[in-house]
T-cell receptor, first 112, second 114 residues
Framework: GEDVEQSLFLSVREGDSSVINCTYT??????LYWYKQEPGAGLQLLTY?????DMKQDQRLTVLLNKKDKHLSLRIADTQTGDSAIYFC????????????FGTGTRLLVSP | ETGVTQTPRHLVMGMTNKKSLKCEQH?????MYWYKQSAKKPLELMFV???????ENNSVPSRFSPECPNSSHLFLHLHTLQPEDSALYLC?????????????FGEGSWLTVV
């Protein structure tokens, strides 16, 4: 089946690290994505990881993939108040066309 | 600025109205998508177009009618909608439709049906 699950809410203090977790079900997923949505805005692509990788780092962002457990995480180092947003995990389902299956999103609140 | 522009950003329409949402991408992509984002639900894929040809209709009611006149423009024609159709409608594009082609989203059109 196609299902992506995320925790709904995460609260951290400014300067701390944030870790947002995601689990997915389709073992044939080829790419996994993290998108960020700020209030009133569309989805902004943050980063993605290919399924044959287990880690990807991009400045303050670190993506970890445990393919055996179908678990994906996004770590944000030195979290800032501007990082407050909803973060969506998405898996790319192998079809004749590109299909992304999204989680319900994790709302990150960063307090000063 | 994502390269995908949607208009209008906000739309309020009655259940008997006919309106359209417009999307334009400036990225040279060949694939375009409509997604629906409702409160407390995951994003739902509605339609996929590849080189102006519809390749997916994800069981969307006929009161939503997409149109893709060229690879840069995508419309969603709306008629006789229901209040439960109120949502954020997101347009997106990608270079091709195959797996691994990164999808870029527009800012969305907030639709309220009264």
């Amino acid at each position: 089946g196609e299902d992506v699950e995320q925790s709904l809410f995460l609260s951290v203090r400014e300067g701390d690290s944030s870790v947002i977790n995601c689990t997915y079900t389709d073992s044939s997923s080829t790419y996994l994505y993290w998108y960020k949505q700020e209030p009133g805005a569309g989805l902004q692509l943050l980063t993605y990881i290919f399924s044959n990788m287990d880690m990807k780092q991009d400045q303050r962002l670190t993506v970890l993939l445990n393919k055996k457990d179908k678990h994906l995480s996004l770590r944000i180092a030195d979290t800032q108040t501007g990082d407050s947003a909803i973060y969506f995990c998405a898996e790319s389902i192998r079809r004749s066309f590109q299909k992304l299956v999204f989680g319900t999103g994790t709302r990150l609140l960063v307090s000063p | 600025e994502t390269g995908v522009t949607q208009t209008p950003r906000h739309l309020v329409m009655g259940m008997t109205n006919k309106k359209s949402l417009k999307c334009e991408q400036h990225l040279g992509h060949n694939a375009m998508y409509w997604y629906k984002q409702s409160a407390k639900k995951p994003l739902e894929l509605m339609f996929v177009y590849s080189l102006e040809e519809r390749v997916e209709n994800n069981s969307v009611p006929s009161r939503f009618s997409p149109e893709c006149p060229n690879s840069s423009h995508l419309f969603l024609h709306l008629h006789t909608l229901q209040p439960e159709d109120s949502a954020l409608y997101l347009c997106a594009s990608s270079p091709q439709t195959g797996s691994g082609n990164t999808i870029y989203f527009g800012e969305g059109s907030w639709l309220t049906v009264v």
